[in-house]
DNA sequence: TCTACAAGTGAACAGTGTCAACTTATTGCG
DNA sequence: CGCAATAAGTTGACACTGTTCACTTGTAGA
C-alpha cells in the first residue's frame, strides 16, 4: 500500500529564487546550444519544473530571451568600465571602450547575437531610446538609474566620442552621428566574425587592431 | 451522380516551373512577413500546393532559404556593378562600391538579415570560401564560373581595395585585412539600421555618408 | 491502349509556444 | 491548534511547426 501519487517531490521555492534559477538554467543552455535548441520544454526540464511555470515567472519566450540578453548587458558594461579604469587620454580611452566593445561581443557570441542581432520586440523601447538620445544631444545631464542597460553601454561609447571631440581633435563635431559609425565599425566587426566563422577572416587579433585604427585615422583629424 | 471526389483540380505542371512558383511565393513572403511567419505550410498554401511537395524541390526550409538568399546575392550583385559603371578613379570606384552594399542592404532588410546576419547551415562552404581568399591572396586569377554568388559580392569589394592599395593611396597594403575592415563598416550599418530601427539613429543618409567619409580617410593615407 | 515515371497528396510523428483550469503546499490569523 | 487565503506548481489541451512515408493520379512515350 505505498501512496498512489509516485511521491511528487515537489519543492516549492519562492518566487524570486525560482526566477534566478529558471534564468540562470536558460541563460546556460542558450549560451551552450543556441536559441533554437533552447525550448521553454527544455528549459522547464532542466530545471525540474513543468513549462507551464515558467509563464509564471516571464511572460513569453521573448520576455526569457529578453532578460538573458540584458544579463549580457551587464556583462557588456562590466567589460567597458573595466577597460577604462585608470586610462585618461580621451584617445586612448576611445581606443579601450572599442576593444572592450568588441571583445565582449567576439567572448558571448550567442548573447550578443540576441542582443544585438535579434529585434527582440520587448526589447525596442522605441520612445524611451529616442527621448534619450534627444536629452544628450542636448547635453542634458541624465542619472544612472534612468537608464536602461543598453544605453548605458552606448552612453560609454558617446561619452567617449565626445571626450575626444571636446578636446579638439576631430574632423567632425557631430558626436552623435560620429558615436553611431563607431559603434557599426565595432559592431560589424563583431557580427562579421560570430557569424561567419567560416569565412576565412584574418586573425582576430590583427582585424580588429587594424579595424580601430583605421576609424581612429577616420576620425582623428590629421 | 457527380464525382464523389470533389474535383481534385490539380495542376500538375514541370518540376522547374514548378520551383520557380515556390521560390517566388516564398520570397514574397518572406521579404513582407518575415523568416517566423514563412512556414512551409503557409508558402504550400499559397502556391496552392501541399506541404510535403515543397520537399521534393528542396531539402528543408534551409535549403529553401538558402536559394532566397541567394536570389538577394544577385540583387547584390546588380547594385554593385550599376554603382561603378563609368567610374574610373579607384578612390571614387570604392566609395561607390561601399554606397551600393549599404543601400542594397537598407533597401531589402529582410533579405539582408538572412544572407548576412543568420548562420545558414547549408550557406557555409567554408573550405570552398577559404581556398578562394588563399588564392586571391596570391594574386590568382579566379574564373568568374568558379565563384559563389556571395563571393562575387565580396570579391568586388576586395577588387576595389586593391585599387585603391595598388595605386599607392593607402596607409597599410594589406589588401585582405583591408577589405575585411571597409565590409565589417559597411556591414555594421546596414545590420545596425535594420534591426534597430527604433533606436532614433541619424537620418540614414547622413548617416551613411559620414561613415564612408570616415572609413576612407582612415584608409587614405593623407 | 498500356505502362512507366513524374507530380502531387494524406496522414501521421514528434516537437513547439501557450493558456485555462485544476491541485497542492505554505503561511498568517483567530 | 485548525482554517482560510494565497502562492507555487501541474495537467492537459490547442493550434501550430518541420518533416517523412506510403500512397494516388496525371501524362508522355512505346
Known amino acids: ?39 521553454m ?8 519544473v513543468t513549462a507551464a511555470l515558467l509563464y509564471k515567472h516571464f511572460a513569453d519566450k521573448d520576455a526569457l530571451l529578453t532578460a538573458i540578453s540584458e544579463g549580457f ?8 568600465e ?4 585608470g ?9 579601450a571602450q572599442m576593444r572592450a566593445y568588441v571583445t565582449c561581443g567576439i567572448d558571448n557570441p550567442r548573447a550578443y547575437h540576441l542582443a544585438f542581432m535579434t529585434a527582440l520586440p520587448r526589447l525596442r523601447r522605441g520612445a ?7 536629452r544628450r544631444r542636448r547635453g542634458e545631464p541624465i542619472a544612472e538609474v534612468e537608464m536602461t542597460l543598453g544605453m548605458k553601454c552606448f552612453g560609454r561609447l558617446e561619452q567617449a566620442v565626445a571626450d575626444v571631440v571636446e578636446a579638439k581633435l576631430t574632423r567632425s563635431k557631430d558626436v552623435a552621428t560620429l558615436s553611431e559609425v563607431v559603434w557599426a565599425g565595432g559592431h560589424g566587426l563583431v557580427s562579421l566574425v560570430i557569424t561567419h566563422d567560416d569565412f576565412g577572416f584574418s586573425p582576430t587579433g590583427k582585424l580588429v587592431d587594424q579595424s580601430i585604427e583605421l576609424m581612429l585615422h577616420g576620425l582623428l583629424r590629421p
Open 87 to 95: 586610462v585618461n587620454d580621451p584617445v586612448a580611452r576611445l581606443k
Open 73 to 80: 548587458f551587464v556583462t557588456l558594461a562590466g567589460y567597458m
Open 82 to 85: 573595466k577597460a577604462i579604469e
Open 41 to 48: 520544454r527544455r528549459i522547464a526540464a532542466k530545471a525540474g
Open 128 to 134: 524611451e531610446m529616442k527621448a534619450f538620445r534627444e
Open 1 to 39: 500500500m505505498t501512496a498512489r501519487k509516485p511521491r511528487p517531490t515537489r519543492k516549492r521555492i519562492d518566487a524570486g529564487a525560482r526566477r534566478a534559477q529558471i534564468l540562470q538554467v536558460a541563460g546556460d543552455m542558450f549560451a551552450k546550444d543556441g536559441i533554437d535548441a533552447t525550448s
